[in-house]
């Protein structure tokens, strides 16, 4: 059960500032997690990344569900921690790590937005000529692997799931494709499918993640036709893929935050 609604905006024209709007509820999630629900880590073991956590879980409980949430370019490394605020339930832990590369206005980034070395994205299943791994993409799936890795080995869950918006979501494409430490379930919203992803789309593996794909039909940010081109691209290569577009833009509205509670708890 989602408790409360969280409306965002975004702008990345003026240096990618990101708001939320809080109705009541996740005002009141909000001080449950700063009071007693939240811990804050720095750096190793968690692949160098300082990382919010958000549970009821004791330390020394195993299994239960592990839920990795990833931020967007330019936003505050906390920023999605009312999503997992939202989303708490008893028996899931919730990590959320901050990008580790840092941004104009205090916000972080999982890599730069260079206009001349930032990652392509996949138009097709097949890699450019020439095509070079972005190493700031390597950087931050490292980082996120090492992340997962510490929190398998410490808590043994029964499932790892990573949800991801904008950047983030890209993010998190990649590293459940990469398949090392093994995610069950990906939350991709306003993503798309880098490059450096694709020769993990063909990758032997025992088995497939299940993938989340939302996207804005009027995302002014990443277009529409990317988020579709992505879910095209999961479903030919066998991936089953829950697709939930919506009249928006680059943003997590309601009906979607709704829907990503069914699919990692139902």
């Given at each position: 059960?989602?408790?409360?609604?969280?409306?965002?905006?975004i702008?990345?024209?003026?240096?990618?500032?990101?708001?939320?709007?809080?109705?009541?509820?996740?005002?009141?999630?909000?001080?449950?997690?700063?009071?007693?629900?939240?811990?804050?880590?720095?750096?190793?073991?968690?692949?160098?990344?300082?990382?919010?956590?958000?549970?009821?879980?004791?330390?020394?409980?195993?299994?239960?569900?592990?839920?990795?949430?990833?931020?967007?370019?330019?936003?505050?490394?906390?920023?999605?921690?009312?999503?997992?605020?939202?989303?708490?339930?008893?028996?899931?832990?919730?990590?959320?790590?901050?990008?580790?590369?840092?941004?104009?206005?205090?916000?972080?980034?999982?890599?730069?937005?260079?206009?001349?070395?930032?990652?392509?994205?996949?138009?097709?299943?097949?890699?450019?000529?020439?095509?070079?791994?972005?190493?700031?993409?390597?950087?931050?799936?490292?980082?996120?692997?090492?992340?997962?890795?510490?929190?398998?080995?410490?808590?043994?869950?029964?499932t790892?799931?990573?949800?991801?918006?904008?950047?983030?979501?890209?993010?998190?494409?990649?590293?459940?494709?990469?398949?090392?430490?093994?995610?069950?379930l990906?939350?991709?919203?306003?993503?798309?499918?880098?490059?450096?992803?694709?020769?993990?789309?063909?990758?032997?593996?025992?088995?497939?993640?299940?993938?989340?794909?939302?996207?804005?039909?009027?995302?002014?940010?990443?277009?529409?036709?990317n988020?579709?081109?992505?879910?095209?691209?999961?479903?030919?290569h066998?991936?089953?893929?829950?697709?939930?577009?919506?009249?928006?833009?680059?943003?997590?509205?309601?009906?979607?935050?709704?829907?990503?509670?069914?699919?990692?708890?139902?």
């Amino acid at each position: 059960m989602i408790r409360g609604v969280l409306d965002r905006t975004i702008s990345v024209d003026r240096g990618s500032y990101v708001k939320w709007q809080r109705t009541g509820e996740v005002r009141q999630a909000d001080r449950m997690l700063s009071a007693h629900m939240t811990q804050v880590d720095n750096g190793q073991p968690w692949g160098g990344l300082k990382v919010v956590r958000v549970s009821d879980m004791g330390e020394d409980e195993r299994g239960g569900s592990a839920v990795v949430v990833l931020h967007g370019w330019g936003a505050p490394g906390d920023d999605l921690v009312p999503i997992a605020g939202a989303l708490r339930r008893p028996g899931v832990r919730f990590f959320v790590p901050a990008a580790p590369l840092p941004e104009m206005g205090g916000g972080r980034a999982w890599w730069h937005l260079d206009p001349y070395a930032r990652p392509p994205h996949a138009s097709t299943d097949q890699l450019a000529p020439g095509f070079q791994p972005n190493p700031e993409v390597v950087a931050s799936r490292a980082a996120l692997q090492a992340l997962i890795a510490t929190v398998v080995d410490r808590y043994a869950p029964t499932t790892v799931a990573l949800v991801g918006f904008s950047q983030g979501a890209m993010l998190a494409i990649d590293v459940a494709l990469a398949g090392e430490p093994a995610v069950q379930l990906v939350v991709a919203m306003s993503g798309v499918l880098l490059m450096d992803s694709v020769p993990a789309l063909t990758a032997p593996r025992s088995t497939k993640p299940r993938f989340l794909l939302s996207h804005g039909r009027q995302d002014p940010v990443v277009p529409f036709p990317n988020g579709t081109r992505a879910k095209d691209l999961l479903e030919k290569h066998g991936f089953s893929v829950t697709w939930r577009p919506f009249e928006g833009g680059h943003e997590i509205p309601a009906p979607v935050l709704a829907d990503v509670d069914r699919f990692l708890f139902s």
